[in-house]
């Protein structure tokens, strides 16, 4: 590893702790280290500790290393855990084979030169979807493949809706969303619960109002994102929305929406589960642009990328690992055990016709955009982190939605 690209790993070390926390890892042996016993073992670290060494996806790693002819050793960490020490593991020329991560930090990595292109390995990524590879793309170079991604809807309650007179058919929009939200609480319920914490959770909640308004990240004081916190700021103003999503996570705000209480949440996949378990029918809807048309919402999900190595010869055989993990077979499979929605056409028509619910989530994710995309890169953390001081200082009525986003644009630049 060269003097330059240490510094360049130096430098990012806080923008990846910026984007995620956690640090447990686990391991098969014991061991967190990259490299194999031999040249025919191959590593692979993933951020999925809760999969332990007899589950399907375990046993998916092993079955494509037979199929390349190699050993697979891996290990598994929390998120964050995990880009650090990817991040060290590269400063000691001692990378993983391959790393799934999760999108946001590909750029991160990619910038540090920790990651090579899909050029350097010849990985085939026709088949995903541009808006979703878009997460680990910069400057022109494609850095792995997506995995799967999950991302923001509306769920919303029948029951409620019924209630209110409210037909889910006529919210199309902004301004037809909130007179849904004006005859709920007319009729004695409550509006919508989200998340607007003072985190990366806060923005990422933010960003398909923000998105929907047509406003770019590079222009947070822009009209289009002012029209955005104040519709926000409006909605608590009004009772439409609780006080408390200033202090919500997505699970305290999922939680209220459990109550029963709630016409609408903004809430993710990942929380399809606990929706079947809610005790009341619920339905969801793709977060409404605000002239009409679906929101872009953000892309979680999880990148499967190969480490620079200083022998280059192991790539033929990493990237036969990737392209094995992302098969559609085996996209299909992993997908459905982690909630993801398929990051290509042909397993997302697969996910519809097993399970008709995932079509408005499908939908979403084709709508849905890369929190890096743009080019951002490394700048995404540092537009967030002034993003969500902004929600937060309007939401609070510290400042005006305008005057908020004005210093946040102050600090950005």
């Known amino acids: 590893m060269n003097g330059s690209t240490g510094r360049r790993l130096t430098a990012v070390a806080l923008t990846v702790a910026a984007l995620a926390t956690g640090t447990t890892a686990c391991s098969s042996d014991g061991s967190s280290s990259a490299k194999g016993d031999d040249s025919g073992t191959y590593t692979i670290w993933d951020p999925y500790p809760q999969f332990a060494k007899n589950s399907d996806w375990a046993k998916l790693l092993d079955d494509c290393g037979s199929k390349a002819g190699v050993k697979i050793k891996r290990t598994a960490f929390d998120t964050s855990d995990l880009t650090n020490k990817a991040l060290l593991a590269a400063q000691q020329d001692n990378a993983p084979d391959v790393l799934i991560v999760d999108n946001p930090v590909v750029s991160t990595l990619a910038e540090a030169g920790v990651l090579t292109t899909t050029d350097d390995t010849k990985l085939d990524t026709s ?22 991604a999950n991302t923001l809807a509306l769920y919303y309650n029948k029951d409620v809706l019924k209630a209110a007179g409210v037909d889910v058919a006529s919210i199309k929009d902004w301004p037809s969303l909130t007179t849904a939200l004006e005859k709920v609480n007319k009729a004695g319920k409550k509006g919508i619960t989200f998340s607007a914490i003072g985190t990366e959770e806060g923005s990422f909640q933010f960003l398909p109002w923000f998105w929907g308004s ?45 109550s029963g209480d709630y016409a609408f949440a903004e809430n993710g996949t990942w929380q399809l589960a606990n929706a079947e378990k809610a005790g009341f029918d619920y339905g969801v809807l793709p977060i409404p642009a605000s002239d009409g048309g679906n929101a872009a919402a953000p892309t979680g999900g999880e990148f499967v990328t190969v480490p620079v190595q200083g022998d280059t010869g192991r790539y033929t055989t990493a990237q036969k690992l990737v392209t094995c993990l992302t098969s559609t077979d085996n996209l299909y499979a992993t997908d ?6 398929a990051p290509t056409t042909e397993v997302q028509d697969k996910q519809i016709a097993s399970n008709a619910e995932l079509k408005p989530w499908v939908e979403a994710v084709k709508a849905a955009k890369g929190r890096t995309s743009d080019d951002l890169g490394t700048q995404y953390p540092k537009i967030s982190e002034q993003m969500w001081k902004a929600v937060q200082s309007a939401l609070s009525g510290a400042k005006s939605p305008k005057d908020a986003l004005t210093s946040a644009q102050s600090a950005v630049k």
Do not use: R
Not at 129 to 148: C, E, F, H, R, V
Not at 216 to 235: F, N
């Open 214 to 258: 047509g406003a770019k990240l590079t222009e947070l004081d822009s009209t289009q994102g002012v029209s955005a916190l104040s519709l926000w700021t409006d909605w608590l103003k009004k009772g439409y929305a609780p006080n408390s999503v200033i202090n919500n996570t997505q699970t305290t705000s999922w939680q209220e929406f459990a």
């Open 127 to 148: 088949k995903a979807d541009p808006n979703l590879l878009a997460a680990g793309q910069s400057d022109g170079k494609t850095y792995g493949t997506p995995i799967g």
């Open 336 to 341: 459905t055990t982690l909630s993801y929605v």
